[in-house]
């Protein structure tokens, strides 16, 4: 086996130190269908754009004719990057079987997510999608997501805001405040358990630092170009994968403790309410602690970035655009300080912008699928077996056949239209145009929940204050992406009481 090792790391030698002294230049913005070279493919332009990835890749598909492309990698590797909506179709629904979390993303996040829903396939995942399903709907959960959204917003953001306001200098890093709100939540909502995360003279979460190191070096192993560097990192036991062992460890043994309390207070007390996720799944029968464990873990690395994620760029966004504030201010004003669930749906214009915001930053700005048989999709492309299929949605957020020659505007009324007089009406989009949440059998069971806690999140906010970045005007974040985006360096604002 070593020798083995040894034989290959010579033989890759001749490229790692071509690789290695060759001058990139960070700076170059100019993006071209990249070439391939013989065993390389296209890795030395992969290489170059590594620091802009995902709007690299975004603006090849959209130069590709039919806006789909084969990506060549080392030693022959193929992949394929889409930004067509027909194609899309295909993958997620009408040739669906055929298209599976594959061998490479089960194995890059079973660490982490181990048999989870996020990491599974065929009858597991059947199973698993009919169980949270039917706790997705019903109607005690929705209150439950209500209740747990409005004590942390109450007790918890909003004096941190109140707070910011008050000492008017003081700059506060709104993605690390969001991101703190939203991973209380899903805790909350999915094991009944409390960090306290966003409660800043609280000791920090061990089980919160602990995710999110799993969560980023999990996915920092998608961008090795070879798998196999990381999985020797992994048996040899260093550097990341290391930090990754021990990050999931205390996750894992946090989470089964968690479990663990769970079975035995409804074992103690067989008259208390199921309302978080996991009491439903063990009241329901599933008392598998492995099996509870990993689809609630999931439900967590689902819920504790996108929602932060997309009310990040949407709060940035807002700031560079005061006629859509003051559109969404009027509509907030309209409802009551707790806007009960009927009127947070009847909120059709900060929904739009929510959809708007999410279309030019989404939360998960591309997902893959392996091929299980070969496949011709719709644009004529060959896909061989294990191919590795990757529809493209940040690039599809920027398609001029799909949202018009202003497409780079942020403008909410491209999902509205007028009825009786000054209401509006939501006008959504299909799926398979704008995957934000996925699209056919998989599509995301929590998106009304999302929708439901970020505009909750929207009206408690701007009610109160106005959110003003620090940065230059002019200076836009960069948009950067583990498993899901983020503004790279944080969010840096000032807080100001709004005026009455």
């Not at 004590?151 to 405040?177: C, K």
């Not at 299929?389 to 018009?404: C, F």
Request: charged share 25%; net charge positive; hydrophobic share 40%.
């Amino acid at each position: 086996m070593i020798q083995n090792i040894i034989l290959f790391l010579l033989m890759f030698l001749p490229f790692l130190v071509f690789f290695l002294i060759r001058p990139y230049s960070n700076k170059s913005k100019t993006s071209v269908i990249p070439k391939s070279y013989p065993i390389i493919g296209s890795y030395l332009a992969l290489k170059a754009n590594s620091h802009r990835r995902i709007q690299w890749l975004s603006d090849i598909v959209l130069a590709s004719p039919a806006a789909t492309f084969t990506l060549r990698r080392l030693f022959g590797i193929q992949s394929i990057f889409t930004a067509n909506p027909a194609t899309v179709q295909h993958i997620l629904k009408n040739n669906f079987p055929n298209y599976r979390k594959g061998d490479i993303v089960v194995g890059t996040l079973s660490d982490l997510l181990g048999n989870g829903i996020f990491n599974t396939n065929g009858e597991d995942w059947k199973f698993q999608r009919q169980v949270a399903s039917h706790e997705f709907n019903t109607k005690s959960l929705r209150n439950f997501v209500e209740n747990v959204v409005d004590s942390e917003l109450s007790d918890r953001l909003v004096p941190i805001l109140s707070g910011a306001a008050a000492r008017q200098e003081e700059t506060l890093d709104l993605q690390d405040i969001l991101q703190r709100f939203a991973f209380d939540n899903i805790c909350r909502i999915a094991f009944g358990y409390d960090p306290q995360y966003l409660n800043l003279s609280f000791e920090r979460s061990d089980f919160a630092e602990a995710f999110q190191e799993a969560t980023e070096i999990s996915s920092l192993r998608f961008r090795e170009p070879l798998p196999f560097v990381w999985k020797l990192k992994r048996a040899l036991n260093i550097g990341s994968e290391k930090r990754l062992r021990i990050a999931v460890s205390q996750v894992r043994q946090s989470a089964n403790k968690l479990v663990r309390e769970k079975k035995k207070e409804l074992h103690d007390n067989s008259s208390l309410g199921s309302v978080d996720m996991l009491s439903r799944f063990l009241s329901s029968g599933h008392s598998d602690e492995d099996f509870v464990t990993d689809i609630v873990i999931s439900f967590i690395l689902a819920g504790k970035d996108t929602t932060s994620a997309a009310l990040t760029w949407f709060f940035w966004l807002l700031s560079k655009n005061p006629r859509v504030e003051k559109e969404i201010l009027k509509e907030i004003n309209e409802k009551s300080e707790a806007p009960v669930y009927d009127e947070v749906k009847e909120m059709v214009y900060t929904h739009a912008a929510l959809c708007e915001s999410m279309r030019l930053y989404p939360p998960v700005p591309t997902d893959s699928k392996e091929a299980v048989n070969d496949d011709v999709l719709p644009d004529g492309t060959a896909v061989k077996k294990g191919t590795v299929v990757t529809y493209h949605v940040y690039a599809m957020g920027r398609m001029e056949s799909l949202w018009g020659g202003d497409w780079a505007d942020f403008k909410p009324e491209r999902w509205l239209e007028r009825v009786e007089g000054d209401k509006w009406r939501f006008v959504a989009r299909d799926s398979f145009s704008y995957p934000v949440f996925q699209a056919g059998p998989r599509i995301c069971l929590g998106k009304e929940m999302a929708f439901l806690q970020m505009k909750r999140v929207v009206a408690g906010v701007l009610r109160s204050f106005r959110v003003v970045p620090t940065a230059a005007d002019g200076v836009e974040p960069e948009f950067i992406s583990f498993l899901t985006s983020q503004m790279k360096g944080g969010f840096p604002v000032k807080i100001l009481q709004r005026k009455v």
